[in-house]
């Protein structure tokens, strides 16, 4: 079993930054896939960006340039550093864990966090 806890969000003005940390406890994270996903209220829950048990990167084309996504296997811990954080970023941040391969549906992870909000402010 595997319980993902995200943290790390809160109110930024535009073009500040956060970072966003989720940790595990119980089953390693190394052999799966993780991903960063998001919802804002109304719209439905979107991807953000990915990073394989291998480190192979993938992220929504809205956040590239400005997010990063690491993980650290020693720490059990996956990151989300997001800088020139626009309002359309305002959302509830989740981490997801998989084993299906580096996917951009929630369908595919297994495993999921609670959730930290972000509010970027104009």
């Known amino acids: 079993q595997v319980q993902l806890v995200d943290a790390g969000g809160g109110l930024v003005q535009t073009g500040g930054s956060l970072t966003l940390s989720c940790v595990t406890s119980g089953r390693t994270l190394s052999p799966m896939d993780v991903a960063w996903f998001r919802q804002a209220p109304g719209k439905e829950r979107e991807f953000v960006a990915a990073i394989t048990w291998t480190g192979a990167l993938s992220s929504a084309d809205s956040v590239k340039g400005r997010f990063t996504i690491s993980r650290d296997a020693a720490k059990n811990a996956l990151y989300l550093e997001m800088s020139k954080l626009l309002p359309e970023d305002t959302a509830v941040y989740s981490c997801?864990?998989?084993?299906?391969?580096?996917?951009?549906?929630?369908?595919?992870?297994?495993?999921w966090g609670q959730g930290t909000q972000v509010t970027v402010s104009s």
């Open positions: 997801a864990a998989g084993t299906r391969g580096p996917s951009v549906l929630t369908s595919d992870y297994d495993y």
